[in-house]
Structure formats: structure tokens, C-alpha cells
């Protein structure tokens, strides 16, 4: 009746994970293209102004009071930290826009597939319904409890001993149980007579994608519009 996350729905089949190796292998290339463009004009520039007036302070110095090498090793210190903070910031740049490019190339992908995010939605199709939970510690009990619109228990089944970690199971009503009842679903565990704290998971639909300051959004068929990194795991 339920298990580890075997009915499709895994972390290893993120598309994510194929963008951010994509980042991964580009960064080098990026680093190059970025500092080698306005960046390392600018910063040509504000050294070349520093040491123009490095120069002059150092002509214009008093003979009985010249600038010691420490004076003078704490200004070039310091120029030279201000350009590699250009540099950084300007590589940074480039690597937001490259990323932010490469999610909406793969979030087409995401359309039709289901994900798994927080909570206790019971979407029931074909007479039956999947969804999931996490354990905080192992548990010698797990009962599932299905619940009607109003709140009421409609159905409870057993779902066994499992190890602390994330599940799924698939729901089949009890003789005598409409599916097309089931609105919600509560998970209760415990080991001995401890209670085990669970977090339920829902099985949704991905109807739409679309981008925005915040990254990427996932129009679900039942729960709307969530932030991508609500997404638990893909089917």
C-alpha cells in the first residue's frame, strides 16, 4: 500500500538538475566573457586614475616626510580589492542571466507532469487517489485517515511500519466508500506510544509555466500558482 517514492514521482528526474549541471559546466566561459567586456574597461580605467594620482601624491610628497611603504602597499591593497569586487559583481551578473535563461528553457518541460508539494489535498481519479508524506522518525504505525469536504471520516486504512524519510500510497476506497467523497487526508504515526510528527504531500497537475522576479511559477491543475522550489519531488 505505500512505500518509498516508487509510483514515478523522484528527485533524480528534476530537469532542474540538467539546467544547473548545464550552469556548472558554462561557468568558466562566463567568468572569461563577463570580466573581458565593460567590466574590465571600467576597471582599467579606476586603476589607471589611481595610479595617475598615486603618482602625483608621491612627487608632491614633503622630502623630510615621504610616504612609507606601508602607505603605499595599503593603497594598492585597496585599489586592488575594489576591481576584484567589479570583476565579481559583473560575473554574478552574467551568471544570474545565464540561469535565469536556462530555467525557462527547462521549465516547458514541466507542462502535463505531476509534482509533489505540501499538503493534504485528496485528488482521487479512476475511483482511487495517491498522494504522500514524510516521517520525521521511523514508525511502527502509519494510518491514513480520508476525509469529505465537511471534515468527516469517510475512510481509514493501515498504512504499516515505515522508516523515517518521504512516501507515497495509493488510496482504494473501502466496500461502501465513494471516492468522489474524498476532499482531504490526514496522516497519523507512531512508534510505540510516542507520536511521530508527518507531513502530508499532494499529487498535482502542471498546467502552466511562467517566470517572474521571483523564478519560476507552476500553475497547478488544483492548488493554482507555486514557486517552483515548493515542488518536492516530479513525477
Do not use: C
Not at 2 to 22: E, Y
Not at 47 to 65: C, G, T, Y
Not at 90 to 116: D, E, I, K
Amino acid at each position: 500500500m505505500s512505500g518509498t517514492l516508487t509510483h514515478g514521482i523522484t528527485d533524480s528526474q528534476d530537469p532542474f538538475a540538467m539546467v544547473n549541471t548545464a550552469i556548472q559546466s558554462s561557468t568558466a566561459a562566463t567568468v572569461a566573457a563577463t570580466t573581458g567586456r565593460g567590466t574590465g574597461t571600467a576597471n582599467a580605467n579606476t586603476e589607471d586614475r589611481f595610479l595617475k594620482l598615486l603618482v602625483a601624491q608621491m612627487q608632491n610628497q614633503d622630502p623630510l616626510n615621504p610616504m612609507d611603504n606601508a602607505q603605499v602597499t595599503t593603497q594598492m591593497a585597496q585599489i586592488q580589492t575594489v576591481a576584484g569586487i567589479d570583476k565579481l559583481t559583473g560575473t554574478v551578473q552574467g551568471l544570474n542571466a545565464q540561469f535565469a535563461q536556462l530555467q525557462a528553457l527547462g521549465a516547458a518541460s514541466l507542462v502535463g507532469r505531476n509534482v509533489l508539494i505540501e499538503g493534504n489535498r485528496m485528488i482521487a481519479a479512476d475511483g482511487s487517489g495517491h498522494a504522500g508524506y514524510e516521517l520525521a522518525s521511523q514508525a511502527d504505525r502509519v494510518k491514513l485517515e480520508v476525509l469529505d469536504r465537511a471534515g468527516r471520516v469517510i475512510d481509514t486504512q493501515e498504512l504499516g511500519a515505515e522508516a523515517s524519510g518521504r512516501h507515497s500510497f495509493d488510496w482504494t476506497p473501502s466496500a461502501g466508500v465513494d471516492a468522489a467523497q474524498a476532499a482531504r487526508f490526514r496522516i497519523t504515526a507512531t512508534l510505540g506510544t510516542t507520536a511521530v510528527a508527518a507531513t502530508p504531500y499532494t499529487v498535482d497537475r502542471v498546467d502552466a509555466v511562467s517566470t517572474d522576479a521571483n523564478g519560476v511559477i507552476l500553475e497547478l491543475a488544483h492548488a493554482g500558482p507555486v514557486a517552483y522550489d515548493e515542488v518536492k519531488a516530479f513525477d
